[in-house]
């Protein structure tokens, strides 16, 4: 089993529908982030968190510390939110840019 | 923040051969990181690149396979080296910023190996 599961794998949705995206690990960290990486294959840093909830524009992300878990929100979704979402954690103790990663999640926004 | 830039955007390489991908960062940092991502895989850490001492690998990379330089704070290389087919990923460089707030990645070079 991954350290890090995100759900769903893909995800298509129609243009302003709100959006979800889980993520659990396993092991006990000290940061999680939400990355956004474009067909081109270049990441975006969206959230780093390591308690409580963030927002920014249309995207919320939230972490539960006790449930190991995390939700990236997508409020009124367009077709250039259209990309892969990655979850990914550092764990407590290491060093900063030592991450584990999760699968992705593909998104399809359709207009 | 920090804005990075990698060079070659793309390169297709034959079986054998080593290329070099140059990592650029607008501001100094202290660590740098080399990722790897395989076709429909997700990121793998390859080295943790320190300025003024020998990278650190994580386990399955090695420095004959990966040479790393890191000549200043601003600056690194990654060579990938006696390529095969297995060799093709997308190959990212990162730096996380004091406070490790946020982490910055590189626009990637996506690397083809015939």
């Known amino acids: 089993k991954n350290e890090v599961e995100q759900s769903p794998q893909n995800l298509t949705a129609q243009e302003g529908e709100f959006i979800t995206i889980n993520c659990s690990y396993s092991?006990?960290?000290?940061?999680l982030h939400w990355l956004q990486q474009h067909p081109g294959g270049g990441i975006v840093s969206l959230f780093m968190l390591s308690s409580g909830k963030k927002k920014h524009g249309r995207l919320i992300a939230t972490i539960n510390i006790q449930e190991k878990h995390s939700s990236l929100h997508i409020t009124a979704s367009h077709p250039r939110d259209s990309a892969v979402y990655i979850c990914a954690v550092r764990r407590g103790g290491t060093s900063y840019g030592k991450l584990t990663f999760g699968q992705g999640t593909i998104l399809t926004v359709h207009p | 923040s920090a804005v990075i830039s990698q060079k070659p955007s793309r390169d297709i390489c034959q079986r054998g051969t080593s290329l070099t991908i140059q990592c650029q960062v607008d501001?100094?940092?202290?660590?740098m990181f080399w990722y790897r991502q395989q076709p429909g895989q997700s990121l793998t850490l390859i080295a943790t690149a320190n300025q003024g001492s020998e990278a650190t690998y994580e386990s399955g990379f090695v420095i004959d396979k990966f040479p790393i330089s890191r000549p200043n704070l601003t600056f690194s290389t990654l060579t990938v080296s006696n390529m095969s087919p297995e060799d093709s990923s997308i190959y990212l460089c990162?730096?996380?910023?004091?406070?490790?707030?946020?982490?910055?990645f590189g626009p990637g070079t996506r690397l083809t190996v015939l």
């Open positions: 501001s100094q940092v202290t660590m």
């Open positions: 990162s730096v996380a910023l004091t406070g490790g707030d946020t982490q910055y």
């Open positions: 092991v006990g960290i000290s940061a």
